[in-house]
């Protein structure tokens, strides 16, 4: 037996039980990796608590919980090509993350990732970057972002926009990044230059950019990607990740399916260079699954969450 974070109905962190279950193994195609890190995501809890967003992913109740792990390969099933056993490997299992194992479908077209852990990077960070890495990425390349550009960035110090701030600033871009006063030292740390967000933010971001904003990324709601608009930012140059298929404006929906195939290599490059930093804000052990999808779903975290197994 082994264990896994499981929920039989929809809810908040009260539902999530650690609980024994059957040992999982690695099929043909697939591995199987004993998982070290989980980090944590507000899809997660989302999916948790909400049917019609766990119906999106296909999953019903009873269901594990979790996407972003990292851990060490320990069984390889038969035509399985590119990892052995003892790899140090990081990668997505929606609805499984948050358990001892998790099998992956390794075969070319397979939903969901796995990627080596480059020496020189910790199982804890690796277990950040899939979903926040992805969809930063994703956000950024939907708005072509070059060089020069003055992006506007909502929610700039959560767990996507620590990674959006800091690939954007690595492509040239000056930054704006909406936040609470109380993240405004922790944002700048980053190179962003931050904006409270809330009623009269055009006016703020005016005053911030007198010389325009040229392109927008919005990681929470619709807030920013409305103001963008408002400053006369072009649609297509506004991005949104939770503002679902059809966001104000005409502006670009995205999210991390929509990565390209080099950005995890650039993103894994770019820490091990020292230029992009992945702020880890609390680690829980497994036992202490409810507290930490508590402070993930208080919206008030700056950077990542991470479970350790």
Do not use: C
Request: proline residues 6%; without cysteine.
């Amino acid at each position: 037996m082994s264990r896994a974070v499981i929920y039989e109905t929809f809810g908040g962190p009260e539902v999530l039980e650690l609980r024994k279950v059957p040992e999982p193994h690695a099929g043909p195609g697939e591995v199987r990796v004993r998982v070290t890190a989980a980090g944590l995501n507000p899809m997660d809890w989302l999916i948790a608590a909400q049917p019609e967003a766990a119906a999106q992913f296909g999953i019903t109740v009873p269901a594990g919980f979790g996407y972003d792990f990292a851990g060490v390969v320990d069984e390889v099933g038969d035509s399985a090509t590119g990892f052995a056993v003892g790899d140090r490997v990081y990668g997505g299992a929606m609805g499984r993350a948050a358990a001892d194992f998790v099998v992956v479908d390794t075969r070319a077209g397979a939903a969901e990732g796995l990627w080596h852990t480059p020496e020189g990077i910790s199982d804890e960070v690796a277990a950040t970057l899939p979903v926040a890495g992805m969809t930063a990425a994703a956000a950024l390349t939907a708005i072509d972002l070059r060089s020069g550009d003055t992006v506007l960035v909502g929610g700039a110090a959560g767990g996507v926009g620590v990674f959006a701030v800091q690939l954007a600033r690595l492509a040239g871009a000056r930054v704006l990044g909406t936040a609470s006063e109380g993240t405004f030292e922790f944002l700048r740390g980053f190179g962003a230059e931050p904006v409270t967000y809330g009623p009269g933010l055009a006016d703020r971001v005016r005053a911030l950019a007198p010389e325009g904003v040229t392109a927008a990324t919005d990681l929470f709601g619709t807030e920013t990607a409305e103001t963008a608009l408002a400053l006369s930012v072009p649609p297509e140059r506004i991005s949104t990740v939770a503002a679902g298929p059809t966001p104000p404006g005409g502006v670009r929906a995205t999210g991390g399916i929509n990565a390209g195939p080099d950005d995890m290599t650039r993103i894994s490059d770019a820490i091990l260079a020292g230029t992009l930093t992945v702020p880890i804000a609390a680690t829980f052990p497994i036992e202490k699954i409810r507290d930490a999808v508590t402070m993930q779903a208080g919206r008030h975290v700056h950077g990542k969450i991470v479970v350790t197994l």
